[in-house]
């Protein structure tokens, strides 16, 4: 029996967690460098064609991003890179925006790691798995899932607390390839006031009692992930 997620089901303007770990469960992201790329990749593929024609890249290089663009079909809501793996919440708004952009993801993160690290084949096991978020409960405790995922991460090179969306909700970070506003539209607003403030993002993500893990079920990663 096929492991859960890796049959796929793609609507349109479907909400989905995406996630995928490396081959025999190793490392992808070995320094801070490996995870600057990662997301520089999803910048690309992600930002507004003006935006990307202002990037100081090669000519021929940037009219290769510009052709794969996939603004218009793919907004990107959380993400948390680990260790030995990622995490995507990802709406996409046509039936097969996902396929494009990790198609086009993981082949040039792994053409990047393997030039870097002198080593051939493949660095993710099997295909990227995909569960479709059905509610808004779980769309809402999806993105806490994933922005609490790199809290208990000790890496000797990486802080991976770094590499998550969490900071494009807090309002300390701002890029036009992240799509925070919709799961911040349930919240009166993103930023705790104080200890008694209960309804805002950052009080629902740190301080609610309830198990995300639980709520979400199968929509998250297998035990021995």
Same mark, same amino acid.
């Given at each position: 029996? *096929? ?15 995406? =996630? ?15 995870? &600057? ?10 930002? *507004?064609?003006?935006?990307?024609? !202002?990037? /100081? ?12 663009? %996939? ?6 809501? &959380? ?9 995507? !919440?990802?709406?996409?708004? &046509? ?11 993981? &082949?040039? =993160? ?11 084949? +493949? ?12 509610? /808004?409960?779980?769309? %809402? ?6 922005? %609490? ?15 998550? +969306?969490? *900071?494009?909700?807090?309002? !300390? ?15 009166? +607003? ?16 740190? /301080? ?6 639980? %709520? ?10």
């Amino acid at each position: 029996m *096929p492991s859960k997620n890796i049959i796929k089901e793609y609507v349109e303007n479907g909400y989905y967690h995406i =996630y995928n770990r490396g081959v025999e469960k190793r490392e992808i992201f070995l320094d801070e460098q490996d995870c &600057t790329v990662f997301l520089h990749y999803l910048k690309l593929y992600l930002s *507004p064609i003006e935006e990307l024609k !202002q990037l /100081d890249l090669p000519g021929l290089r940037i009219l290769k991003f510009i052709r794969l663009n %996939l603004f218009q079909e793919i907004d990107l809501m &959380t993400f948390a890179l680990m260790p030995n793996h990622i995490h995507l !919440q990802i709406k996409q708004k &046509t039936t097969y925006g996902i396929v494009k952009l990790m198609k086009r993801l993981i &082949t040039a =993160y792994v053409m990047y790691f393997n030039k870097k690290y002198k080593r051939v084949g +493949s660095l993710f096991q099997n295909r990227y798995k995909a569960a479709l978020i059905e509610t /808004d409960e779980r769309l %809402l405790h999806l993105s806490r899932y994933i922005h %609490l995922n790199p809290a208990k991460i000790v890496h000797k090179k990486v802080n991976f607390k770094e590499f998550t +969306s969490y *900071p494009y909700y807090l309002g !300390q970070k701002h890029a036009s390839w992240m799509k925070p506003q919709e799961i911040l539209g349930y919240f009166r +607003s993103a930023q705790r006031k104080d200890l008694k403030d209960i309804l805002s993002y950052q009080s629902f993500v740190e /301080d609610y009692k309830v198990s995300s893990v639980e %709520l979400l079920g199968s929509l998250v990663l297998e035990e021995d992930f």
